[in-house]
Antibody, heavy 119, light 109 residues
Framework: EVQLVESGGGLVKPGGSLTLSCATS????????MTWVRQAPGKGLEWVGR??????????DYAAPVKGRFTISRDDSKNTLHLQMNSLKTEDTAVYYC??????????WGQGTLVTVSS | QSALTQPASVSGSPGQSITISCTGT?????????VSWYQQHPGQAPKLMIY???KWPSGVSNRFSGSKSGNTASLTISGLQAEDEADYYC?????????FGGGTKLTVL
C-alpha cells in the first residue's frame, strides 16, 4: 500500500523559512517523479512543483508564484521528499500535499500538512 | 498561466448523469492528452479519478468517465450516488508545469 506522510508544517512569520518533509513507502521511491500541491483555506488546488527521479537528472520544475523561493529535493536513501520554503508570504498559507506523479497525474496523496504564514 | 475553467457548481438527482467541463487552451488541454480529474470530500485529501483523459486508476468506479474535445475536457458521472457529492478538480499538463481548474462543487439533490 502506498503511503505518503507529510510533516513540518506550522506557523511562520512573513519572510521566514520552513522545510516540509514527506516520508514515503509502498512503492519504489527512487523510480518515481514526485510533486507538491497546495490548497489555501477554502480555495482550490494549486500545483507547486515536481522533481524528476535521479536517473532522469533529478531536476525540478516550479510554479511561477514559488519559483526562486521554494526548492524541492529528494533523499532516495530515506525514501523522503522535501520542500524548502524561503521568503514566505501570507499567500503561501495552505495545506501542502505530497504526491507521487506519473503520466501527468498525481496518483497518491498524503494527508497534507498546514503551513500558516502570519505575523 | 491561468487556471483551467470549470463551472463553480453542478447538481443532479440520484441515478442521473452529470457532466463537468474543464476549459483550457491550445497550450495545455488542447495540446496534451494528460488531463486528470480529482475528487475531494470535505476535510480529506484529493483522490485521482481519471488520468490521461479517459483512463481509470485501479479501484475507481466506471461510473466516472472522461473525454476531451479541442481545448475542453469533461468528466461525466453516471448513476449519481449520494457519496459522489464532493468537489471535483481537473488538471492538465502544460509543458514543464501542471495547471488545475478552479474546482466544481457537485451537489446530489
Amino acid at each position: 500500500e502506498v503511503q505518503l506522510v507529510e510533516s513540518g508544517g506550522g506557523l511562520v512569520k512573513p519572510g521566514g523559512s520552513l522545510t516540509l518533509s514527506c516520508a514515503t513507502s509502498g512503492f519504489t521511491f527512487s523510480d518515481a517523479w514526485m510533486t507538491w500541491v497546495r490548497q489555501a483555506p477554502g480555495k482550490g488546488l494549486e500545483w507547486v512543483g515536481r522533481i524528476n527521479r535521479k536517473s532522469g537528472g533529478g531536476t525540478a520544475d516550479y510554479a511561477a508564484p514559488v519559483k526562486g523561493r521554494f526548492t524541492i529535493s529528494r533523499d532516495d536513501s530515506k525514501n523522503t521528499l522535501h520542500l524548502q520554503m524561503n521568503s514566505l508570504k501570507t499567500e503561501d498559507t495552505a495545506v501542502y500535499y505530497c504526491c507521487n506523479y506519473d503520466r501527468g497525474s498525481m496518483e497518491s496523496w498524503g494527508q497534507g500538512t498546514l503551513v500558516t504564514v502570519s505575523s | 498561466q491561468s487556471a483551467l475553467t470549470q463551472p463553480a457548481s453542478v447538481s443532479g438527482s440520484p441515478g442521473q448523469s452529470i457532466t463537468i467541463s474543464c476549459t483550457g487552451t491550445s497550450s495545455d488541454v488542447g495540446r496534451y492528452n494528460f488531463v486528470s480529474w480529482y475528487q475531494q470530500h470535505p476535510g480529506q485529501a484529493p483522490k485521482l479519478m481519471i488520468y490521461e483523459v479517459t483512463k481509470w486508476p485501479s479501484g475507481v468506479s466506471n461510473r466516472f468517465s472522461g473525454s476531451k474535445s479541442g481545448n475542453t475536457a469533461s468528466l461525466t458521472i453516471s448513476g449519481l450516488q449520494a457519496e459522489d457529492e464532493a468537489d471535483y478538480y481537473c488538471c492538465s499538463y502544460a509543458g514543464n508545469s501542471l495547471i488545475f481548474g478552479g474546482g466544481t462543487k457537485l451537489t446530489v439533490l
